[in-house]
Nanobody
Framework: QVRLVESGGGLVQAGGSLRLSCAASGRSFSSYHMGWFRQAPGKEREFVASISWSGGRTNYADFVKGLFTISRDNAKNTVYLQMNSLKPEDTAVYYC??????????????????WGQGTQVTVSS
């Protein structure tokens, strides 16, 4: 079993920044890939970013390229999402997820085996 706990969400003004964290416990964190997804009210959950087990490969949704950065610290069993220049349309619940397979930096929710409970990010205009 893998347990994922997100933190770092909150209320921020447009143009501001937040750093989300996702702490993992259970099986060896350094052996699986990680991803961030988000779900806005009334919308489906969508891919944001993913990172390979070593941190050597990353993948981003087009709408966050150059604005968000995913990273990980395997010594701390934690993955991060640095979000800069936030916009009101970034308002959503952000989820981290763990991929224990070989999908690599997958954009598909189906590749991920474990999910956190989510953290709310609200960007005011």
């Amino acid at each position: 079993q893998v347990r994922l706990v997100e933190s770092g969400g909150g209320l921020v003004q447009a143009g501001g920044s937040l750093r989300l964290s996702c702490a993992a416990s259970g099986r060896s964190f350094s052996s699986y890939h990680m991803g961030w997804f988000r779900q806005a009210p009334g919308k489906e959950r969508e891919f944001v970013a993913s990172i390979s087990w070593s941190g050597g490969r990353t993948n981003y949704a087009d709408f966050v390229k150059g604005l968000f950065t995913i990273s990980r610290d395997n010594a701390k069993n934690t993955v991060y999402l640095q979000m800069n220049s936030l916009k009101p349309e970034d308002t959503a619940v952000y989820y981290c997820a763990a991929d224990l397979g070989t999908s690599g930096t997958s954009t598909s929710q189906l590749s991920y085996d474990y999910w956190g409970q989510g953290t709310q990010v609200t960007v005011s205009s």
